[in-house]
């Protein structure tokens, strides 16, 4: 069970997140063009790499915070975790 | 090539089994092939298998990073089925039940095809009503499918929960008696060996590096053991899709994640259909050794490590005392992970690419051992013709820019609850 | 009666305490603190069970954990366990056990004729056959080969037991209560670190309890029992016994299952069986020892042969001999301890040790005491069917490939050392990639990956010295490092017997002529020829020779077999161990119950239920209650013997004439405050927001960002920058973190806080022409015309002194509104609304009634947001702006989305109004088209219209928009039904909305 460190509340164990996925992925902004393929690349490609992935985690029974994680998707260790806004 | 029969083991127990041929061959690159396929796992063996056998397409390399079937071919729950409710999904699954049915006799090597049956329960009328649906589409699409009530589901697997003390009580369930299972490891084996006599090159050990792409086409593939020259290359390495688009500068609707599944000690035979549960995520089946093989949730974030944490798994064995408390009493053998190609609408990918000569065959979920037979043959098909065949026509990479999706569990982009 | 091979003195066991057993139906007794096996071998039994596959006799080859045979069927407290390893079960009274996997008997075994066919069985022999004719390997064979695998029964009954879980913070976790453990475990706890030691035995002390050491002055066993007693009085020590560490996960996550009762009769009341600890340890120190390694020979699976170091446990653990003239077989020293201790007790062994003319302290004490040893020898097989009672023994040439003439020799048991294999399961489960050590021929942990540290033989360190010197340091060191204490203690002084280099040798070649089978995996019957054919055949990969000879795949997991496995792999590829490599090691180390690793989430609390505040009312009113996600919600109130369809109608006809309630305190409830609230608001839901005023309510629709559906539900301005959100029961959460999401990562500028409030407000839903009578009846200061609240209009009023939260909306179709309160007075408002709508003829309705209300009405719900479809397929586009920007919006302009045929929401009734049509039909235009026959869509829910009293349906069909009017046929193949439908429009009920406004 992967040992989270949430920047609101300190060390928690993984069951009291949830994942939210590629933290890379920027949402397009609102009332812009933006073409087909820039569209669909937000929607659904991911690059899902071997090694250190920055996705996002909810700390969804504790502080309900959204946070990003730096993580290896090879041995799980996680290097870092920030505030949503913060970057990583 | 030998032939696997009753009277040539009888046969060779007389020499000590002492001349057995190989069951393939350890064969080392050459400098240039006319299709290369990368991954050999079960899909790969296959679509090597058809090219040859199909199309005449011989002169063949698959080439391997590991060992043979070491993938999820090697790491899979066995299970065997056409159940869907998509007519692109549910025609091509049917297509491969033909090809399963025939397969023992066809590669002669026997891979144990038990069509045992697959019963998902429904625990709600809300849920018989969404089976229903799901049933009547298989009949219309020619697969078998039965709806049974909560006393016919009892007649079948009487050690599910039919008590009093349950949280979620069977109403009933959708069964495709053609289901079943077969023997993982022996469908690698069966397909390389086949393969291997009619020429192609099984190489294992051997990774790729990087390809050579000039002008928008294939022109090769570089590995650990040396370049190959080459004109067509087959990708089918789910779990590792990721990994190879990233050498070909491409991204690929997949995301790359864990699932486990463990085993319980063998016992006697006690339940005999492969059973899912209806409120919540858990699948069920008793090998021919007596083991119980089980899985259910992914991880539940990317991962590419091949193994687990026991929260997933105590979840999903969670649902499984739920749905027959009598497993309580069981003891967890060995578990396992597999990484799996998430594609973001649960359905694979067999399609040309926008780089000519290099086809592509991922996406699998977890659903990617019963299509071994189906996949390699409409692989075989879209790559010796250059074109898809009817049958993967739905599995288009385009469709995630059309909206034409395969969406089976109405999950979306979330592939880490699917 | 008397035990002809207890021995009086030695031993641990309390021979105050008799505890009498039943073992395949016969009698016998042993004593308090022994094992199942140790009390069977003092009573002489050695034959335990069959094999595998040749259903050869098996009896009892280690005394613990590694015991790849020794299995039974257990019988405890009215139930019966499979596969309980002999060696691990204690003793208690009233035990009974039965042999596993022979018929009819142990002694006579039918299925042993596959020993007789064993020639005709070699490794993967059923891939090349059963193949013919194509339908009988599910018919005939797979059936039969079924049957005849399995080992032992699984009771289907339900579990009785109870398990419980426990999480646990500790500094150090200990895994292993042997010199390492208690050394490291003593030197951390002296120095203030929180530590677990975990001990899978019921014994702490590991090898300290049967080796012949000194330390501090003391037996390494008086050692061990002060250092425990030591430990158990610290504050800062949890000190566990039958508790075995059997997974490392991520992030230093261990996990051990307690067995609590599997050693008494029965559990105790109120007692779990088991108890599963999740640890979270800040350093883990693996200390599991080491197993000892076979000698491979012919026919090496007879009952009597036995590794060394499990017959000396037996002889000083429990004071048993497994044989009266042993025969000791090793290629070490650690088979002269064994024959000392049989020496020392009145017995008479003999050794064979494969080395030519070894020199240490121990053989010249064996030598010393007048055994008999031969060196340059070997066991070429063991003589005897269910029992040794004699080996054929022979010199071996010194390159050891010839063996000399062979001799026989009697014996009753034949003791193997084939040197030791550090037990590094925990290690390399925790990602440490393991390294070779040629100097013990066996792996070793490397570079630790996690806070992890492996000592003592473990680690490959075999002398006691230097084991507990490196473990008094690793716990003072690693304690030190987290505590910042410095108190450490001195290493006590060791006295051990110095030991000589073991002999690389472990296979002992056939003699010419001879085919005896030599077994490496003695559970799963795999020979040292099925390896051989494997590789000839081309299984060379060590996971494709496991595979294909199941190798290590039994329930032993392979703890005594795999490393001779992989040294006869390396030998016969001509590659060195290493370049062969392991199979991965995975968790559980041992088989762990499935009951422990689920603990109390079992039966009805496999999941929670959740119960709106007013389920009481609801139960005692006959609701009849459905599953509605984790919620309980009523369906219909029995009255009298009413079915399903008979009520739900009753209740929906009267919402129709008169008034009804519903609890709909389950929709999700979502309380959202802030300036920018009605921006948000404007960018989630599909239609335009920033208009609402307050004290007014809206239908929205919101998107995933795919453009699919993601959930419906309506938002009421409370005042100025408050709104109040309700979603479907389903997506509640769902919903909830999807606004987080875009609040707190997508759209930070936005001032708006979210907040659940489903269990703050408890909901009833009033709804029929007469809701208006009754609402003003229970809020007469309110002007409850249509003036004073009109349809979607919101106001808070006073419920009989009760604050109260008034909607005009409705899903019903009719004139409705729902009434919110806080949860605590839920029941209070229930009963009101029932007591004062007595008058209006008011009856409660259910979640059947209200499917059949909206379904009707052509509202969409669940069935039809089910995961796939966009706004337009529910007829919802008149929501979607064209304005504004939104959530999902640029998804919704895909070529298959805007496709002129694309499907939409229609109603369908069957040609005779009569038969009622199965949801989930298929809508097909010619029913006797050939299959596949082309489904143009499906029936998506279904009711008996109450308000014109036929059959009406919903369905999602392909151009629906054009298909009104059109004659169909809704095929329902599972139910054997074909019946001729009219398409008609969704809003069968009251098309322009006119009740609801009324």
Known sequence: ??????????????????????????????????????????????????????????????????????????THEIFKTVKAHEDI | MQKYSIFNLIKNA??????????????????????????????????????????????????EKGWLGGGNMGRNTTIIRSNYMHDDNALFSEFGMDLWRKMSQDLNYNVMFSPRGIINLAHSDAQMNIFAR?????????????????????????????????????????????????????????????????????????????????????????????????????????????????????????????????????????LDSVVTFGAGHFYISQSDKGEMVMGGDLDGYNSYAQRGNLPTLQHVLTEG???????????????????????????????????????LNCGWCYGGFKATPASGWTFAHTIAQDRVHKLNEGYSLSRFNTGHLLDEKGLGTKTWIS | MTQNYRLDKIGLINRDKKLSFKFNGKNYFGYEGDTLASALLANGVHLIGRSFKYHRPRGFFGAGVDEPYAIVQLYRNNETEPNVKTTEQELFEGLEATSVNCWPSVNFDIGAINNFLKVFLPAGFYYKTFMWPKSFWYKVYEPIIRKAAGLGVASTKHDKERYEHKYEYCDLLIAGSGPSGLASAYAAAKNGARVILAEDKPRFGGTLLTSEVNIGNQTGKEWAENIISELKEMPNVIVKNR?????????????MSEKLSDHLPKTKKYNPKQRLWYIRAKEVLISSGSIERPLVFGNNDTPGVMLSSAAKEYLKVYGVLVGKKPLIFTNNDSGYETAIEFKKNGIEPVILDTRKEPNSEIIEEAKNLGIQIKFSYVVVAAKGYKKVNAAEIAKISDNKND?????????????????????????????????????????????????????????????????????????????????????????????????????????????????????????????????????????????????????????DQGKTSNLNGLQLVSNIENKIVPEVGHTTFR?????????????????????????????????????????????????????????????????????????????????????????????LLNRVYTNAWLKLPVGKARYGVMLREDGIVMDDGTTTRISENHYHMTTTTAQAANVLSHLEYYLQLVWPELNVNVVSTTEQWAGAAIAGPKSRNLLQKLFPNIDASTEGLPFMGYIEADLFGVHARIFRISFSGELAYEVNVESDNGNFMWEKIMEVGQEFKIQPYGTEALSTLRIEMGHIAGSELDGRTIPYDNSLEGLVSKKKDFIGKRSLDREAFIADDRQKVVGVVPIDKKTSIPEGSHLVKDAMAPIPNPKLGYISASCWSVEYDNPFSLAILKDGKNMIGQKLFAMSPLKNKTIPVEIVSSHYVDPKGERVRS
């Open chain 2, 14 to 63: 007389f020499s000590g089994h002492q001349k057995w041929d190989l069951a393939w061959k350890d064969a080392t690159p050459k400098k240039e092939y006319d299709v290369v396929i990368i991954g050999g796992g079960g899909h790969g063996l296959a679509t090597a298998y058809y090219l040859a056998k199909e199309h005449n397409i011989t002169n063949v390399a698959i080439i």
């Open chain 3, 403 to 555: 063996l000399g003439t062979l001799e026989n020799i009697t014996c009753d048991c034949i003791c193997v050392s084939g040197f030791w294999t550090p037990t590094i399961h925990l290690a390399s489960q925790s990602g440490n990639k393991t390294k070779f050590d040629k100097d013990i021929d066996a792996f070793v942990p490397g570079v630790s990956k996690q806070s992890e540290t492996t000592l003592g033989a473990a680690n490959g360190t075999f002398t006691l010295a230097e084991t507990l010197k490196d473990s008094f340091n690793a716990g003072y060191e690693l304690s030190k490092k987290i505590t910042k204490n410095d108190n450490k203690i001195s290493h006590p002084t060791v006295v051990e017997k110095n030991k000589t280099t073991h002999d690389k040798f472990w296979c002992v070649p056939l003699p010419k002529g001879k085919n005896y089978k030599r077994f490496l995996d003695f559970q799963n019957d795999v020979a040292v020829s099925d390896i051989e054919i494997a590789l000839k055949e081309g299984y060379r990969s060590i996971e494709h020779v496991k595979r294909y000879t199941t190798l290590g795949m039994a329930t």
């Open chain 2, 134 to 270: 799901r049933g009547n589409s298989m009949r219309l699409n020619g697969i078998d499918a039965v709806l049974l009530n909560r006393e016919e589901v009892k007649e079948i697997i009487p050690m599910a929960d039919f008590s009093d003390n349950v949280r979620f009580p069977i109403f009933g369930g959708l069964m495709q008696p053609s289901a079943g299972t077969a023997r993982h490891d022996a469908v690698a084996w069966g397909y390389a060996r086949q393969a291997d006599s009619m020429g192609v090159d099984i190489i294992q050990n051997c990774e790729v590096t990087g390809f050579d792409v000039v002008g928008g086409k294939i022109q090769g593939v570089r590995t650990s053991r040396g370049d190959i020259k080459v004109k067509k290359i087959g990708l089918c390495v789910a779990g590792s899709t990721n990994i190879l688009a990233e050498k070909l500068n491409m991204t690929i609707p997949v995301e790359t994640h864990l699932l486990q599944a463990c085993v319980t000690e063998p016992v006697k035979p006690v």
């Open chain 3, 243 to 255: 508790s075995q560490v059997f997974g490392y996960y991520d992030h230093n996550m261990l996990v």
């Open chain 3, 587 to 679: 968790p559980p180390y041992t088989p762990v119950t499935i009951g422990a690793i689920v603990g109390r989430e079992v039966g009805k609390h496999s999941r929670p239920t959740r119960k709106s505040p007013m389920h009481s009312w609801h139960e005692k009113n006959n609701a009849v209650f459905v599953d509605a996600g984790v919620w309980l919600r009523p369906r219909y109130y029995k009255i009298g013997e009413e079915t399903l369809f008979e009520g739900s109608k009753r209740e929906a006809k009267n919402v129709r004439a008169n008034v009804g309630v519903c609890d709909v305190t389950t929709l999700g409830k979502i309380d959202i405050k802030g300036p920018d609230a009605a921006e």
């Open chain 2, 321 to 359: 005392i739920a749905m027959m408390p009598f497993l309580s009493k069981l003891k967890m053998l060995r578990t396992w992970g597999g990484i799996m190609d998430m594609s973001m609408d649960g359905s694979p990918i067999i399609d040309k690419t926008h780089i000519e000569g290099l086809y």
């Open chain 1, 1 to 74: 069970m992967l040992h989270i460190k949430c920047p609101h509340c300190g060390m928690r164990s993984q069951n009291e997140f949830s994942y939210g996925g590629d933290a890379t992925v920027k949402r397009p902004e609102l009332n812009k063009e933006i073409s087909d393929q820039d569209w669909d690349n937000f929607v659904y490609y991911r690059k899902s790499l071997r090694g250190k992935h920055k996705e996002l985690w909810q700390h969804i029974s504790g502080c309900r915070q959204w946070i990003k994680v730096e993580r290896d998707t090879a």
